[in-house]
């Protein structure tokens, strides 16, 4: 079967979202190809979810301060549940529905599905022919990256996706990778109760960020109790019998009930066939 688009665009995150936004209005026909979530990455594993997981976290450590200001004797126990419910809640229970009306009430067509690439103007979706009359936009995102590390394809191991979407808090995490994605989830168990380490192959934390910030973070991670170790070399990782062991080339190691990767992002391109179009990677 095929149909014909003035655009067709692969992607229905944000970028996806915008176009539909831009073009509502506009006479032109548009087809929206999705294979995961619409609304993308950050609606269902980073942005909204990491920050309620945040927030859940600051709560609890804004409640610590008590005993500081205010209080003399202050007790709770975490109830990870409900930290999961609201995650769940502000996720809509990874239920994209309303966000696929919402793009086809804008005047787009949505269609489910992995998009690959037969040339400059043409999209398969399974076993539907797309043509757009004008162009292709591209608007896949970015997923995570798993650094070429030994034994890392042998172990179960958490990336952002896993992370804010946990049932249970890990009693001890070990993270691999400082950035923005590493630091703020290994504070945020942290601060629920997980014991966190955070190992990092370069000489600071935060490396996109000003120095400066890097080393206001760093101490700050190791006041709330989280062991920051930089300049690191890992030379692999192994199952242990309480989870996973981070082996580093100075020979210690790093044992973890969970292991979450946080070494940066790739471009989300698996599948779509950019040589198709005449496009290099």
Known sequence: MEESFDIIC???GPAGEALTSDLAGSGL???VVEKALVGGECAYYGCMPSKTLLR???VIAEAGRARELAASRVEWAVDFHKVHARVAWMTRDLDDTRSARALED?????FRGEGRLLGPRTVMVGEQRLTARRSVVIATGTAPSAPPIPGLDTVSFWTNREAVHATELPETLVIIGSGAVGV??????????SKVTILEMASRIMQAEEP???AFLSARLTREGIKVQTGVTIQGV??????IRVNLADGTS??????LIAAGRRPNLDGIDLQAAGISK
């Open 56 to 58: 859940s976290a600051e």
């Open 238 to 243: 192994q199952r242990d019998a309480g989870g």
């Open 29 to 31: 026909t548009l087809a």
């Open 10 to 12: 692969i992607g229905a």
């Open 254 to 259: 790093h044992a973890g009930t969970r292991l």
């Open 212 to 214: 400066e910030a890097g």
């Open 184 to 193: 703020e989830l290994g504070q945020a168990f942290a601060r629920l109760g």
């Open 106 to 110: 804008e005047g787009a067509k949505v």
